[in-house]
């Protein structure tokens, strides 16, 4: 089956700083998604981005298909944007691939 | 619009009894899919529905079954509950089922 890497598995930032998360995916893919899982499990949908960029306020999200892979940029980050973010990819059009998540912490 | 909402929010069951998770997708969707989360890793695939029909399994046994109502709301159904099945039970709606999925709050299953 398909193969979803993410990097760094942790990450401990100080308020304000910026980070950049990759995902790398072994195939080609009709979804790729990201997610946001806060401390109660919630799974909230960042970004849908098959290929392309997009951005949504302090978020933003670069896949290249052709190389695989996924960047989801964060700026100025704030302390309630800890949390685990997930990539999961889609190949056959009917169920999600997850990556094992990296660990963000944003200290005060 | 209500998102996509399940029910319980947490459950203690023993091993080797059976118990029932509900999901209500997004009004307008019909595909739901069921993933399973383990403590410390991503959420693994477990069923898709799309207008009732089954439409992928992952790899777990066959404890493991859902259905889909006409409604498109839908339950997953673990038998002989065993201790590695405690786990966050996620479920997720879109539209078509070939993407932009959107998550509940999850069931929390506790097999003691």
């Known amino acids: 089956g398909i193969q979803v890497e993410q990097s760094p598995p942790d990450l401990i930032l100080q308020e304000g700083a910026n980070s950049t998360l990759r995902c790398n995916f072994s195939?080609?893919?009709?979804?790729l998604q990201w997610f946001h899982q806060n401390p109660w499990g919630q799974l909230i949908n960042l970004f849908y981005i098959p290929s392309g960029t997009k951005q949504n306020g302090r978020l933003s999200a670069t896949t290249v298909a052709t190389e695989r892979y996924s960047l989801l940029y964060i700026s100025s980050s704030q302390t309630t944007d800890s949390g685990v973010y997930f990539c999961a990819v889609d190949l056959s059009g009917s169920r999600l691939t997850f990556g094992e998540g990296t660990q963000l912490t944003v200290n005060p | 619009d209500a998102g996509v909402t399940q029910s319980p929010t947490h459950l203690i069951k023993t091993r080797g009894q059976h118990v029932t998770l509900r999901c209500s997708p997004i009004s307008g969707h019909k595909s739901v899919s069921w993933y399973q989360q383990v403590l410390g890793q991503g959420p693994q695939f477990i069923f898709q529905?799309?207008?009732?029909?089954?439409?992928g399994r992952g790899n777990f046994p066959d404890r493991f079954s859902a259905r889909q109502f006409p409604n498109y709301s839908s339950e997953l159904n673990v038998n002989a509950l065993l201790l590695g099945d405690s786990a966050l039970y996620l479920c997720?709606?879109?539209?078509?089922?070939?993407?932009?999925?959107?998550f509940g709050s999850g069931t929390r299953l506790t097999v003691v």
């Open positions: 529905y799309y207008e009732k029909e089954e439409r």
């Open positions: 997720a709606s879109s539209l078509t089922g070939h993407y932009g999925y959107t």
């Open positions: 195939d080609s893919v009709n979804n």
